[in-house]
T-cell receptor, first 112, second 112 residues
Framework: GQQLNQSPQSMFIQEGEDVSMNCTSS?????WLWYKQEPGEGPVLLIA?????ELTSNGRLTAQFGITRKDSFLNISASIPSDVGIYFC????????????FGSGTQLTVLP | KAGVTQTPRYLIKTRGQQVTLSCSPI?????VSWYQQTPGQGLQFLFE???????NKGNFPGRFSGRQFSNSRSEMNVSTLELGDSALYLC???????????FGPGTRLTVL
């Protein structure tokens, strides 16, 4: 089946630092979504991207839809303790209705 | 607007039993997708329903089934439970516009 390669798998950063994570695929996606999941909860949608090259921000978060449509990245600026969680990328193939293919997640730890 | 609700939040069953999980999407949303989340396999797509019709199905055995009602509420059923079915089952709600999907808190199923 389709696979998304998400990296890094985990990150330990100091409060105030910037963070970057990315996802790559061998398939072309027409939508990229970025989610954050905290323990015991479902994933929360952070940013949605719909066009190649699109750059979208949501507060301290910025994500881009790669030009080739096979990759996406998420940046978090000036990290704070509440940024702790697992971040997932998810891609949707053209013609796949609402089926999402998920990356394996990036576990983010913010040290005070 | 109320979010996606899932019931029950926790379930403990034994091997061989069956289970039914329920999901109520965001008001006005007609698409409901189901995902299984496990530490080993991550988030995997089960199926998607739209206006009471299954539009897409993931690579799961026939023991996993679902349905959607006229009010868009959805249920998924797992028959003849196996130990490997222990997982967090998530449903996602989607509107008719962009491809954003919003997840519920999940149902934690433990099979003993």
């Amino acid at each position: 089946g389709q696979q998304l390669n998400q990296s890094p798998q985990s990150m330990f950063i100091q409060e105030g630092e910037d963070v970057s994570m990315n996802c790559t695929s061998s398939s072309i996606f027409n939508t990229w979504l970025w989610y954050k999941q905290e323990p015991g909860e479902g994933p929360v949608l952070l940013i949605a991207l719909y066009k190649a090259g699109e750059l979208t921000s949501n507060g301290r978060l910025t994500a881009q839809f790669g030009i080739t449509r096979k990759d996406s990245f998420l940046n978090i600026s000036a990290s704070i303790p509440s940024d702790v969680g697992i971040y997932f990328c998810a891609g949707q193939l053209s013609g796949s209705a609402r089926q999402l293919t998920f990356g394996s997640g990036t576990q983010l730890t913010v040290l005070p | 607007k109320a979010g996606v609700t899932q019931t029950p939040r926790y379930l403990i069953k034994t091997r061989g039993q069956q289970v039914t999980l329920s999901c109520s999407p965001i008001s006005g949303h007609r698409s409901v997708s189901w995902y299984q989340q496990t530490p080993g396999q991550g988030l995997q797509f089960l199926f998607e329903y739209f206006s009471e019709t299954q539009r897409n199905k993931g690579n799961f055995p026939g023991r996993f089934s679902g349905r959607q009602f006229s009010n868009s509420r959805s249920e998924m059923n797992v028959s003849t439970l196996e130990l490997g079915d222990s997982a967090l089952y998530l449903c996602a709600s989607g509107g008719t516009g962009q491809n954003e999907q919003f997840f519920g808190p999940g149902t934690r199923l433990t099979v003993l």
